[in-house]
């Protein structure tokens, strides 16, 4: 990576600004799910162990600008005290004169935590003012281990960069880019990509971009119907997207021409609905009127799990069913035991996306996986070939011309 690394700085008694995705799960006031915050904790220790005096901001869900007690950050911040076992002090706004003062009174290896960054509008309008607040907190010294944010243009993300004298990646950071960039740029062959999910239209990019990278791709979850569809098959009631009937059939057909191994299910587990207790198994050319496909069938995974056998390298995004009901969950189920065992035998195996995450937990093999990504909507722009404004933004190594 040609970026600045927090390793690359002098920390030892200076305040940095390190922008975190605390963007966790809350139940009432108590944090439900703590991933997010342990994550960082690797960039964290090691800024407390360089005595630096941290100020960690983040954002919190969506309070649309307004200060919203819903979404305050203070439970993080208890959180994290117990996850580190030593004092965090927070301020109750993340610019002004509370949390400047909070910040001149750390001392070396002490932490703050600002509240939401939300709550004010200038954070998504990457307002220069506003950052320059946020700037003013630290001592010229930003580092960034919100992954998951780095595809949005802010200023706790990008703004605040202008004002600081250097800006870095953090640990997690530097992990995410080091797996996902290793994929679209150097991968281990074969490179074996899947794809899932409700709707072509939210990863029509990824696809394209990943048919220029891969070797082969394999295509379930909702999403498969609307390429299904495009060639002339019967899809009963599954969901599609018909006005992307067209684009579909375009990129099957590139596929075709440049013999790209592009591959469909070729059976799937079909029901009245979600709901329905009653469900059979068929192939998709005599998929009933009256059905919808709620998961792959036994071929296909078949199929997958062969594909997936043989690769070095996986990037895995999107359910192949409704994987949050036990009826419609095999085949996700299967190719994550697939993507584990072929990650034991040497794969390099990344999943991304929020519930892919969630089905790979499920699984019980998730700590097989080669790399889980923490940024859902960022790693796909990322596998989509787009630049992330938040590692743009970075500082660049010295004597380095090219960016990330
Ligand atoms: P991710 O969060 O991993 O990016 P998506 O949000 O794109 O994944 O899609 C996940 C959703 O897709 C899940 O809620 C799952 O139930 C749904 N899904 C998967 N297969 C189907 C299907 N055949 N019909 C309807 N919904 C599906
Ligand atoms: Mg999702």
């Not at 990943?210 to 609307?226: C, N, S």
């Not at 590692?391 to 990330?404: H, P, R, Y």
Request: aromatic share 6%; hydrophobic share 40%; proline share 4%.
């Amino acid at each position: 990576m040609n970026k600045l690394s927090i390793r690359d700085l002098e920390l030892r008694g200076k305040r940095v600004f390190i922008r975190v995705d605390f963007n966790v799960p809350m139940a009432g006031d108590k944090v439900e799910d703590d991933t997010r915050i342990r994550e960082t904790l690797p960039t964290l220790r090691y800024a407390i162990d360089q005595r630096a005096r941290l100020v960690l901001a983040s954002h919190l869900g969506r309070p649309k600008g307004k200060i919203d007690p819903k979404y305050t950050l203070s439970p993080v911040a208890n959180r994290l005290r117990e996850l580190l076992d030593q004092p965090v002090a927070f301020a109750s706004d993340c610019v002004g004169a509370d949390a400047e003062a909070k910040s001149k009174s750390l001392g070396d290896g002490e932490l703050l935590l600002l509240e939401n960054v939300r709550f004010h509008p200038q954070e998504e309008a990457n307002d220069p003012e506003f950052s320059r607040q946020l700037a003013q907190l630290c001592d010229g010294l930003f580092v960034c281990d919100a992954f998951g944010s780095s595809h949005r243009a802010h200023a706790s993300v990008v703004g605040i960069t202008k004002f600081v004298r250097q800006a870095a990646a953090g640990l997690l950071m530097e992990k995410e880019l080091a797996y996902l960039g290793k994929a679209i740029s150097n991968p281990d062959r074969p490179f074996v990509a899947i794809l899932g999910g409700a709707k072509v239209s939210d990863k029509i990019e990824v696809v394209q971009n990943l048919m220029k990278l891969a070797d082969t791709l394999l295509i379930g979850g909702a999403m498969a119907y609307t390429f299904l569809k495009s060639q002339g098959l019967p899809i009963g009631k599954s969901l599609v997207e018909n006005d992307k009937l067209d684009l579909a059939r375009g990129l099957l057909e590139d596929a075709r021409r440049r013999h790209f191994r592009f591959l469909l299910p070729v059976d799937h587990v079909v029901a009245e609905s979600p709901n329905s207790a009653e469900t059979s198994i068929v192939d998709i050319a005599k998929t009933p009127e009256n059905l919808m496909g709620l998961d792959i069938g036994p071929q296909t995974i078949a199929v997958f799990n062969e594909q997936v056998t043989g690769a070095r390298t996986i990037v895995w995004n999107g359910p192949l069913g409704i994987f949050e009901k036990p009826a419609f969950a095999q085949g996700t189920l299967a190719m994550a035991r697939a993507v584990a065992a072929a990650s034991v035998a040497g794969a390099t195996s990344i999943v991304g996306g929020g519930d892919s995450v969630a089905a790979i937990e499920q699984s019980g093999v998730a700590s097989k996986i080669s790399h889980i990504s923490t940024g859902g909507g960022a790693s796909l722009e990322f596998l989509a070939g787009e630049n992330l404004p938040g590692v743009e933004a970075l500082t660049n190594k010295s004597g380095s011309q090219k960016d990330f």
